[in-house]
Protein backbone atom coordinates (compact mmCIF):
# COMPACT_ATOMS: atom_id res chain seq x y z
CA UNK A 1 0.00 0.00 0.00
CA UNK A 2 1.51 3.80 -1.10
CA UNK A 3 2.23 5.16 2.45
CA UNK A 4 -0.19 7.98 1.79
CA UNK A 5 -2.62 5.86 1.86
CA UNK A 6 -2.14 4.22 5.51
CA UNK A 7 -4.73 6.12 7.77
CA UNK A 8 -3.54 6.89 10.89
CA UNK A 9 -4.76 3.61 12.86
CA UNK A 10 -2.33 1.59 10.88
CA UNK A 11 0.56 4.51 11.28
CA UNK A 12 0.83 4.09 14.62
CA UNK A 13 1.32 0.56 14.51
CA UNK A 14 4.20 0.72 12.78
CA UNK A 15 7.04 0.40 15.46
CA UNK A 16 10.80 -0.26 13.55
CA UNK A 17 12.73 1.57 10.72
CA UNK A 18 12.58 -1.62 8.79
CA UNK A 19 8.39 -1.65 8.94
CA UNK A 20 8.05 2.21 8.13
CA UNK A 21 10.35 1.47 5.02
CA UNK A 22 8.27 -1.47 3.98
CA UNK A 23 5.20 1.12 4.01
CA UNK A 24 6.92 3.07 1.28
CA UNK A 25 8.07 6.18 3.35
CA UNK A 26 9.68 8.87 1.85
CA UNK A 27 11.24 12.07 3.88
CA UNK A 28 9.72 15.35 2.72
CA UNK A 29 10.69 19.10 3.99
CA UNK A 30 8.14 20.84 6.26
CA UNK A 31 7.83 23.09 3.73
CA UNK A 32 7.05 20.53 1.24
CA UNK A 33 4.55 19.06 3.50
CA UNK A 34 2.71 22.38 4.14
CA UNK A 35 2.66 22.91 0.26
CA UNK A 36 1.28 19.50 -0.48
CA UNK A 37 -1.80 19.38 1.90
CA UNK A 38 -2.40 23.20 1.10
CA UNK A 39 -2.43 21.99 -2.74
CA UNK A 40 -4.71 19.20 -1.83
CA UNK A 41 -6.94 21.73 -0.04
CA UNK A 42 -7.45 24.51 -2.86
CA UNK A 43 -8.02 21.21 -4.95
CA UNK A 44 -10.66 19.75 -2.87
CA UNK A 45 -12.08 23.39 -2.60
CA UNK A 46 -11.83 23.10 1.00
CA UNK A 47 -11.54 26.34 3.39
CA UNK A 48 -7.77 26.34 4.44
CA UNK A 49 -7.84 29.45 7.13
CA UNK A 50 -11.70 29.18 8.63
CA UNK A 51 -12.95 31.59 10.97
CA UNK A 52 -10.50 34.62 9.60
CA UNK A 53 -13.34 37.61 8.60
CA UNK A 54 -12.05 39.76 6.02
CA UNK A 55 -8.95 38.11 4.45
CA UNK A 56 -10.32 36.61 2.22
CA UNK A 57 -9.45 38.91 -0.88
CA UNK A 58 -6.29 39.98 0.30
CA UNK A 59 -4.18 37.99 3.25
CA UNK A 60 -5.10 34.61 3.15
CA UNK A 61 -4.36 34.23 -0.76
CA UNK A 62 -1.05 35.68 0.07
CA UNK A 63 -0.87 33.26 2.78
CA UNK A 64 -1.55 30.74 0.13
CA UNK A 65 1.30 31.89 -2.56
CA UNK A 66 4.16 31.95 0.31
CA UNK A 67 3.16 28.14 1.48
CA UNK A 68 3.22 27.21 -2.02
CA UNK A 69 6.35 29.06 -2.80
CA UNK A 70 7.70 27.62 0.57
CA UNK A 71 8.73 30.43 1.55
CA UNK A 72 9.77 31.99 5.26
CA UNK A 73 6.67 34.39 6.10
CA UNK A 74 6.55 38.05 8.21
CA UNK A 75 3.10 38.81 9.00
CA UNK A 76 3.44 42.80 9.44
CA UNK A 77 0.15 44.67 11.38
CA UNK A 78 -1.10 46.69 14.09
CA UNK A 79 -2.20 44.54 16.99
CA UNK A 80 -5.50 42.76 17.20
CA UNK A 81 -4.91 41.87 13.37
CA UNK A 82 -4.90 37.95 13.50
CA UNK A 83 -1.42 37.71 13.07
CA UNK A 84 -0.35 34.88 15.27
CA UNK A 85 -4.14 33.17 14.46
CA UNK A 86 -3.17 32.70 11.50
CA UNK A 87 0.62 31.22 12.32
CA UNK A 88 -1.46 28.70 14.53
CA UNK A 89 -3.72 28.11 12.51
CA UNK A 90 -0.89 26.53 9.69
CA UNK A 91 -0.82 23.50 11.74
CA UNK A 92 -3.82 22.18 9.90
CA UNK A 93 -1.57 21.99 6.52
CA UNK A 94 0.18 19.49 8.25
CA UNK A 95 0.64 15.38 8.09
CA UNK A 96 -1.54 14.26 11.51
CA UNK A 97 1.79 11.87 12.06
CA UNK A 98 5.34 11.60 10.85
CA UNK A 99 7.54 9.22 12.43
CA UNK A 100 10.86 9.82 14.47
CA UNK A 101 13.12 7.99 16.37
CA UNK A 102 11.93 7.13 19.50
CA UNK A 103 13.67 9.21 22.68
CA UNK A 104 15.27 11.62 20.16
CA UNK A 105 15.73 15.26 21.20
CA UNK A 106 15.27 17.03 17.67
CA UNK A 107 12.58 14.89 15.88
CA UNK A 108 14.66 13.33 13.84
CA UNK A 109 13.46 11.79 10.32
CA UNK A 110 14.36 7.88 10.73
CA UNK A 111 15.91 8.32 7.20
CA UNK A 112 17.74 11.56 7.67
CA UNK A 113 19.02 11.64 11.66
CA UNK A 114 20.63 14.67 12.49
CA UNK A 115 21.41 14.02 16.18
CA UNK A 116 24.50 11.90 17.55
CA UNK A 117 21.93 10.00 19.18
CA UNK A 118 20.10 9.22 16.61
CA UNK A 119 22.70 8.48 14.08
CA UNK A 120 23.74 6.20 16.98
CA UNK A 121 20.37 4.03 17.35
CA UNK A 122 20.31 3.66 13.87
CA UNK A 123 23.47 2.41 13.24
CA UNK A 124 23.40 0.21 15.78
CA UNK A 125 19.64 -1.24 15.62
CA UNK A 126 19.77 -0.67 12.03
CA UNK A 127 16.01 -1.91 10.77
CA UNK A 128 14.77 -2.45 14.57
CA UNK A 129 15.43 1.34 15.44
CA UNK A 130 12.60 2.28 17.42
CA UNK A 131 10.12 4.46 15.72
CA UNK A 132 7.78 6.62 17.52
CA UNK A 133 4.58 9.08 16.11
CA UNK A 134 4.54 12.95 16.84
CA UNK A 135 1.20 14.87 16.10
CA UNK A 136 0.71 17.77 14.29
CA UNK A 137 -0.07 19.32 17.53
CA UNK A 138 3.11 18.86 18.94
CA UNK A 139 5.21 19.98 15.92
CA UNK A 140 4.64 23.99 16.39
CA UNK A 141 6.33 26.38 18.85
CA UNK A 142 5.55 29.48 19.51
CA UNK A 143 7.91 32.10 21.22
CA UNK A 144 7.12 35.84 22.09
CA UNK A 145 10.36 37.95 21.40
CA UNK A 146 11.82 40.06 24.92
CA UNK A 147 14.85 41.69 25.13
CA UNK A 148 16.30 39.09 27.65
CA UNK A 149 15.49 36.13 25.23
CA UNK A 150 19.19 34.78 24.63
CA UNK A 151 20.84 33.06 21.89
CA UNK A 152 21.10 29.99 24.52
CA UNK A 153 17.64 30.00 24.75
CA UNK A 154 16.85 29.81 20.91
CA UNK A 155 19.77 27.48 20.11
CA UNK A 156 21.64 25.90 22.60
CA UNK A 157 24.86 26.35 25.04
CA UNK A 158 27.15 23.43 26.65
CA UNK A 159 25.25 22.22 29.04
CA UNK A 160 27.91 21.59 32.33
CA UNK A 161 25.22 19.46 34.53
CA UNK A 162 24.98 16.69 31.25
CA UNK A 163 28.78 16.85 30.76
CA UNK A 164 29.28 15.85 34.62
CA UNK A 165 26.44 13.25 34.55
CA UNK A 166 27.48 11.64 31.17
CA UNK A 167 31.03 12.12 32.07
CA UNK A 168 31.85 13.41 28.97
CA UNK A 169 34.40 16.64 27.78
CA UNK A 170 33.38 19.61 26.92
CA UNK A 171 34.39 18.34 22.98
CA UNK A 172 31.82 16.43 23.01
CA UNK A 173 28.81 17.31 20.87
CA UNK A 174 26.32 14.84 23.36
CA UNK A 175 27.09 17.57 25.79
CA UNK A 176 24.64 20.64 23.43
CA UNK A 177 21.99 21.58 25.52
CA UNK A 178 19.51 22.26 22.12
CA UNK A 179 17.32 25.47 22.20
CA UNK A 180 13.74 25.70 21.09
CA UNK A 181 14.42 26.06 17.17
CA UNK A 182 16.72 22.93 16.66
CA UNK A 183 13.52 21.66 18.78
CA UNK A 184 11.49 22.24 16.37
CA UNK A 185 13.18 20.86 13.65
CA UNK A 186 10.55 19.30 11.23
CA UNK A 187 8.03 21.82 12.65
CA UNK A 188 6.65 25.44 12.22
CA UNK A 189 9.00 27.94 14.54
CA UNK A 190 6.82 31.48 14.93
CA UNK A 191 8.23 34.07 16.89
CA UNK A 192 6.03 36.95 17.67
CA UNK A 193 7.23 40.66 17.83
CA UNK A 194 10.16 39.87 15.94
CA UNK A 195 11.67 43.63 16.24
CA UNK A 196 11.90 42.76 20.41
CA UNK A 197 14.82 40.75 19.61
CA UNK A 198 18.16 42.55 20.24
CA UNK A 199 19.35 42.54 16.88
CA UNK A 200 22.78 40.37 18.25
CA UNK A 201 19.82 37.47 18.37
CA UNK A 202 18.36 38.39 15.57
CA UNK A 203 21.75 37.91 13.70
CA UNK A 204 21.92 34.10 15.53
CA UNK A 205 19.34 33.50 12.94
CA UNK A 206 20.53 34.04 9.60
CA UNK A 207 22.42 30.78 9.27
CA UNK A 208 19.48 29.14 10.27
CA UNK A 209 17.44 31.24 7.57
CA UNK A 210 19.43 30.65 4.96
CA UNK A 211 21.74 27.68 5.31
CA UNK A 212 19.58 25.83 7.33
CA UNK A 213 22.41 25.16 10.32
CA UNK A 214 23.22 26.22 13.68
CA UNK A 215 26.48 26.95 15.47
CA UNK A 216 26.76 26.44 19.30
CA UNK A 217 29.92 27.61 21.64
CA UNK A 218 32.21 26.74 18.59
CA UNK A 219 31.21 22.96 18.34
CA UNK A 220 31.90 21.87 14.61
CA UNK A 221 28.16 20.63 14.60
CA UNK A 222 26.41 21.05 11.17
CA UNK A 223 22.78 20.87 11.37
CA UNK A 224 21.08 21.28 8.29
CA UNK A 225 17.72 22.44 10.30
CA UNK A 226 13.78 21.90 8.63
CA UNK A 227 11.98 24.38 9.93
CA UNK A 228 8.90 26.64 8.36
CA UNK A 229 9.78 30.16 10.34
CA UNK A 230 6.98 32.85 11.10
CA UNK A 231 7.69 36.08 12.34
CA UNK A 232 4.99 38.59 13.39
CA UNK A 233 5.83 42.69 13.89
CA UNK A 234 4.04 45.62 14.18
CA UNK A 235 5.07 48.91 12.02
CA UNK A 236 5.57 51.19 14.70
CA UNK A 237 8.29 48.61 16.12
CA UNK A 238 10.50 49.91 13.14
CA UNK A 239 10.67 53.21 14.81
CA UNK A 240 9.72 53.26 18.35
CA UNK A 241 11.10 49.76 20.57
CA UNK A 242 13.68 48.20 17.87
CA UNK A 243 13.75 47.09 14.46
CA UNK A 244 13.96 43.92 11.85
CA UNK A 245 17.59 44.05 11.40
CA UNK A 246 18.09 44.01 7.36
CA UNK A 247 19.88 41.05 6.65
CA UNK A 248 17.38 39.48 8.28
CA UNK A 249 14.30 40.73 6.58
CA UNK A 250 16.30 40.11 3.36
CA UNK A 251 15.84 36.19 4.62
CA UNK A 252 12.38 36.31 5.18
CA UNK A 253 10.86 35.38 1.71
CA UNK A 254 7.01 36.87 1.99
CA UNK A 255 5.88 39.88 4.11
CA UNK A 256 2.78 39.91 4.59
CA UNK A 257 0.77 43.40 5.38
CA UNK A 258 -2.80 42.67 7.76
CA UNK A 259 -5.12 45.10 8.05
CA UNK A 260 -8.83 46.11 10.41
CA UNK A 261 -11.88 44.53 8.87
CA UNK A 262 -12.97 47.02 6.29
CA UNK A 263 -17.24 47.12 6.89
CA UNK A 264 -18.62 46.67 10.07
CA UNK A 265 -20.37 43.27 8.71
CA UNK A 266 -16.87 42.06 8.69
CA UNK A 267 -16.18 42.78 12.28
CA UNK A 268 -19.55 41.98 13.88
CA UNK A 269 -18.98 38.55 12.76
CA UNK A 270 -15.52 38.82 14.30
CA UNK A 271 -16.55 39.83 17.20
CA UNK A 272 -19.42 37.14 17.68
CA UNK A 273 -17.24 34.53 16.81
CA UNK A 274 -14.17 35.75 19.50
CA UNK A 275 -16.51 36.77 22.61
CA UNK A 276 -17.10 34.71 25.15
CA UNK A 277 -20.58 34.74 26.30
CA UNK A 278 -22.14 32.71 28.75
CA UNK A 279 -25.31 30.18 27.90
CA UNK A 280 -27.37 32.36 31.03
CA UNK A 281 -26.58 35.93 29.01
CA UNK A 282 -27.50 34.87 25.57
CA UNK A 283 -31.13 33.36 27.32
CA UNK A 284 -31.42 36.66 29.74
CA UNK A 285 -30.48 39.37 27.05
CA UNK A 286 -32.23 40.58 23.82
CA UNK A 287 -30.34 41.94 21.12
CA UNK A 288 -30.59 43.63 17.98
CA UNK A 289 -28.51 44.38 15.12
CA UNK A 290 -28.47 48.26 15.75
CA UNK A 291 -26.30 47.54 19.27
CA UNK A 292 -23.62 44.99 17.40
CA UNK A 293 -23.14 47.75 14.89
CA UNK A 294 -22.87 50.56 17.51
CA UNK A 295 -20.00 48.44 18.72
CA UNK A 296 -18.02 47.78 15.42
CA UNK A 297 -18.57 51.61 14.93
CA UNK A 298 -16.75 52.74 18.56
CA UNK A 299 -13.49 51.08 16.62
CA UNK A 300 -14.08 52.12 13.33
CA UNK A 301 -14.24 56.49 15.21
CA UNK A 302 -11.09 55.31 16.52
CA UNK A 303 -9.36 54.60 13.79
CA UNK A 304 -10.14 57.56 12.56
CA UNK A 305 -9.81 59.99 15.69
CA UNK A 306 -7.32 62.92 15.97
CA UNK A 307 -6.89 61.80 20.08
CA UNK A 308 -6.08 58.21 20.12
CA UNK A 309 -2.51 57.02 17.98
CA UNK A 310 -2.88 55.43 14.34
CA UNK A 311 0.54 54.08 14.02
CA UNK A 312 -0.63 51.85 17.73
CA UNK A 313 -4.10 50.42 15.89
CA UNK A 314 -7.49 49.83 17.51
CA UNK A 315 -7.40 46.58 18.26
CA UNK A 316 -10.30 44.09 17.49
CA UNK A 317 -10.35 43.05 20.83
CA UNK A 318 -11.45 46.73 21.59
CA UNK A 319 -15.30 45.37 20.36
CA UNK A 320 -14.90 42.06 21.67
CA UNK A 321 -14.32 43.28 25.30
CA UNK A 322 -17.02 46.40 24.63
CA UNK A 323 -19.76 43.37 23.31
CA UNK A 324 -18.54 40.79 26.58
CA UNK A 325 -19.07 44.16 29.02
CA UNK A 326 -22.61 45.06 26.91
CA UNK A 327 -23.89 41.79 27.86
CA UNK A 328 -23.02 41.71 31.48
CA UNK A 329 -24.12 45.41 31.86
CA UNK A 330 -27.78 44.21 31.03
CA UNK A 331 -27.35 40.45 32.63
CA UNK A 332 -26.59 42.79 35.74
CA UNK A 333 -29.68 45.17 35.86
CA UNK A 334 -31.88 41.92 34.96
CA UNK A 335 -30.00 40.25 38.25
CA UNK A 336 -30.70 43.65 40.26
CA UNK A 337 -34.34 44.29 39.45
CA UNK A 338 -34.85 40.36 39.06
CA UNK A 339 -35.83 39.95 36.07
CA UNK A 340 -35.97 36.64 33.75
CA UNK A 341 -35.62 38.78 30.75
CA UNK A 342 -34.62 42.00 29.39
CA UNK A 343 -34.15 43.88 26.35
CA UNK A 344 -30.76 45.56 25.16
CA UNK A 345 -30.56 49.14 25.84
CA UNK A 346 -28.10 52.35 24.45
CA UNK A 347 -27.54 53.18 28.25
CA UNK A 348 -26.13 49.89 28.58
CA UNK A 349 -23.68 50.37 25.70
CA UNK A 350 -22.64 53.18 27.08
CA UNK A 351 -21.30 51.83 30.25
CA UNK A 352 -18.66 49.80 27.94
CA UNK A 353 -16.28 52.46 28.56
CA UNK A 354 -14.21 50.34 31.03
CA UNK A 355 -14.20 48.21 27.97
CA UNK A 356 -12.94 51.31 25.44
CA UNK A 357 -10.21 53.14 27.47
CA UNK A 358 -7.61 50.42 27.82
CA UNK A 359 -7.68 49.75 24.52
CA UNK A 360 -6.86 52.77 22.81
CA UNK A 361 -3.26 54.58 22.72
CA UNK A 362 -3.64 58.19 22.79
CA UNK A 363 -1.91 61.35 21.31
CA UNK A 364 -0.78 64.11 23.83
CA UNK A 365 -4.31 65.74 22.83
CA UNK A 366 -5.99 62.46 24.01
CA UNK A 367 -4.22 62.36 27.40
CA UNK A 368 -4.99 66.28 27.74
CA UNK A 369 -8.77 65.14 27.61
CA UNK A 370 -8.51 62.13 29.44
CA UNK A 371 -9.28 58.18 28.17
CA UNK A 372 -12.94 58.65 29.88
CA UNK A 373 -14.08 61.61 27.91
CA UNK A 374 -12.46 60.25 24.78
CA UNK A 375 -14.22 56.67 25.18
CA UNK A 376 -17.33 59.12 25.43
CA UNK A 377 -16.15 60.84 22.25
CA UNK A 378 -16.03 57.87 20.56
CA UNK A 379 -19.74 56.27 21.61
CA UNK A 380 -21.19 59.64 20.70
CA UNK A 381 -19.40 59.64 17.14
CA UNK A 382 -21.11 56.15 16.87
CA UNK A 383 -24.08 57.06 17.73
CA UNK A 384 -24.30 60.31 14.99
CA UNK A 385 -22.92 58.01 12.54
CA UNK A 386 -25.52 55.24 13.08
CA UNK A 387 -28.50 57.53 13.76
CA UNK A 388 -29.45 58.74 10.25
CA UNK A 389 -29.70 55.34 8.93
CA UNK A 390 -32.53 55.11 11.42
CA UNK A 391 -33.94 58.40 11.27
CA UNK A 392 -33.83 61.92 9.06
CA UNK A 393 -31.35 64.22 9.46
CA UNK A 394 -32.14 66.44 12.15
CA UNK A 395 -29.81 69.60 11.31
CA UNK A 396 -32.30 69.12 7.85
CA UNK A 397 -35.38 69.01 9.63
CA UNK A 398 -34.52 71.91 11.62
CA UNK A 399 -34.64 74.31 8.90
CA UNK A 400 -37.69 72.13 6.88
CA UNK A 401 -40.71 74.89 6.65
CA UNK A 402 -44.56 73.90 6.85
CA UNK A 403 -43.93 72.42 10.25
CA UNK A 404 -42.29 69.27 8.89
CA UNK A 405 -39.97 68.84 11.62
CA UNK A 406 -40.47 65.58 13.33
CA UNK A 407 -38.69 65.94 16.31
CA UNK A 408 -40.06 69.53 17.00
CA UNK A 409 -42.39 68.30 19.91
CA UNK A 410 -39.72 66.26 21.75
CA UNK A 411 -37.05 69.27 21.59
CA UNK A 412 -39.99 72.11 22.52
CA UNK A 413 -40.82 69.64 25.28
CA UNK A 414 -37.19 70.34 27.06
CA UNK A 415 -37.38 73.80 25.68
CA UNK A 416 -39.72 74.06 28.54
CA UNK A 417 -37.68 72.95 30.88
CA UNK A 418 -38.59 68.71 31.14
CA UNK A 419 -35.68 67.14 31.95
CA UNK A 420 -35.54 62.73 31.81
CA UNK A 421 -33.32 60.60 33.39
CA UNK A 422 -32.12 57.31 32.58
CA UNK A 423 -30.70 55.53 35.01
CA UNK A 424 -28.48 52.57 34.60
CA UNK A 425 -30.42 50.32 37.06
CA UNK A 426 -33.57 50.90 36.16
CA UNK A 427 -36.07 48.48 35.92
CA UNK A 428 -37.80 46.93 32.53
CA UNK A 429 -40.95 49.07 33.83
CA UNK A 430 -39.44 52.14 34.86
CA UNK A 431 -37.63 52.59 31.57
CA UNK A 432 -40.51 52.16 29.86
CA UNK A 433 -42.33 54.55 31.69
CA UNK A 434 -39.32 57.51 31.61
CA UNK A 435 -39.40 56.90 27.39
CA UNK A 436 -43.03 57.02 27.22
CA UNK A 437 -42.90 60.50 28.95
CA UNK A 438 -41.58 62.47 26.46
CA UNK A 439 -44.06 63.94 23.93
CA UNK A 440 -43.81 62.91 20.14
CA UNK A 441 -40.76 60.16 20.81
CA UNK A 442 -43.02 57.21 20.27
CA UNK A 443 -44.34 58.93 17.68
CA UNK A 444 -41.39 59.62 15.93
CA UNK A 445 -40.32 55.69 16.37
CA UNK A 446 -43.40 54.78 14.64
CA UNK A 447 -43.20 56.56 11.71
CA UNK A 448 -39.87 56.17 11.19
CA UNK A 449 -39.52 52.53 12.32
CA UNK A 450 -42.95 51.04 12.01
CA UNK A 451 -41.89 47.41 11.99
CA UNK A 452 -40.32 47.10 14.38
CA UNK A 453 -41.54 45.38 17.32
CA UNK A 454 -42.68 46.62 21.06
CA UNK A 455 -39.13 46.19 22.78
CA UNK A 456 -37.06 47.45 20.18
CA UNK A 457 -39.05 50.77 19.64
CA UNK A 458 -38.47 50.99 22.85
CA UNK A 459 -34.81 50.90 22.45
CA UNK A 460 -34.95 53.20 19.43
CA UNK A 461 -36.72 55.65 21.66
CA UNK A 462 -33.99 56.31 23.98
CA UNK A 463 -31.60 55.87 20.83
CA UNK A 464 -33.26 58.72 19.02
CA UNK A 465 -33.05 60.93 22.37
CA UNK A 466 -28.96 60.29 22.63
CA UNK A 467 -29.29 61.02 18.04
CA UNK A 468 -30.50 64.27 19.27
CA UNK A 469 -28.01 64.59 21.83
CA UNK A 470 -25.19 64.22 19.28
CA UNK A 471 -27.07 66.48 17.07
CA UNK A 472 -27.04 69.07 19.14
CA UNK A 473 -30.78 69.46 19.49
CA UNK A 474 -30.81 68.39 23.27
CA UNK A 475 -28.83 68.32 26.30
CA UNK A 476 -26.91 64.81 27.80
CA UNK A 477 -25.25 65.36 30.81
CA UNK A 478 -23.72 62.01 32.34
CA UNK A 479 -25.06 61.38 36.38
CA UNK A 480 -23.10 59.09 38.48
CA UNK A 481 -26.23 56.43 38.25
CA UNK A 482 -26.89 57.19 34.47
CA UNK A 483 -27.99 59.83 32.38
CA UNK A 484 -29.82 63.29 32.30
CA UNK A 485 -31.47 64.78 28.69
CA UNK A 486 -32.55 67.72 28.97
CA UNK A 487 -32.84 71.43 27.10
CA UNK A 488 -29.33 72.06 25.10
CA UNK A 489 -29.11 76.06 26.74
CA UNK A 490 -29.79 74.52 30.04
CA UNK A 491 -27.67 71.87 29.40
CA UNK A 492 -24.74 74.49 28.91
CA UNK A 493 -25.54 77.21 31.26
CA UNK A 494 -26.27 75.11 34.58
CA UNK A 495 -23.85 75.26 36.84
CA UNK A 496 -23.61 72.66 39.85
CA UNK A 497 -24.79 73.92 43.44
CA UNK A 498 -22.20 73.53 46.77
CA UNK A 499 -23.07 70.55 48.44
CA UNK A 500 -25.56 69.27 45.31
CA UNK A 501 -24.77 66.21 43.37
CA UNK A 502 -22.63 67.19 40.37
CA UNK A 503 -22.91 65.95 37.15
CA UNK A 504 -19.89 64.89 35.53
CA UNK A 505 -19.81 65.53 31.94
CA UNK A 506 -22.03 67.06 29.22
CA UNK A 507 -21.00 65.08 26.33
Known amino acids: MYYREISSENL ?51 MQRAILSMHHINLLGLRGQAKTRIARMMVELLDEYIPVVKGSELNDDPLQPLSRFAKDQVQEHADDTPIAWLHRDERYTEKLATPDVSVADLIGD ?39 LQARIQVALFNILQEGDIQIRGFKVRL ?19 SIVTPLKDRIDSQIITHYPKSIEVGKKITRQEAHI ?62 TSTYIRVSDFMNTIPAVTGKV ?121 GLQFKDLLSGMFTMPTFGEEEEDDSF
Do not use: C
Open 12 to 62: LKIKTLGQLKAAGYEPQSVKQELRNNLIGRLKRKQEVFPGIWGYEETVIPD
Open 158 to 196: ADPIKAATMKLPYSDERVIHFGLIPRSHRGIFVINEIPD
Open 224 to 242: PLDIQFVFTANPEDYTNRG
Open 278 to 339: KTEQEQLVQLNDLISDLIEQVAFEARESEYVDAKSGVSARLTISAFENLLSAAERRALLNGE
Open 361 to 481: ELVYEGEQEGAGHVAQVLMGKAIRSQFLKYFPDPDKAKKAKNGTNPYKKIVEWFGDGHKLDVLNDASNADYTKAMQSVPGLAELVEKHQPKKDTKEKLFLMEFALHGLAEHSQISKNRLST
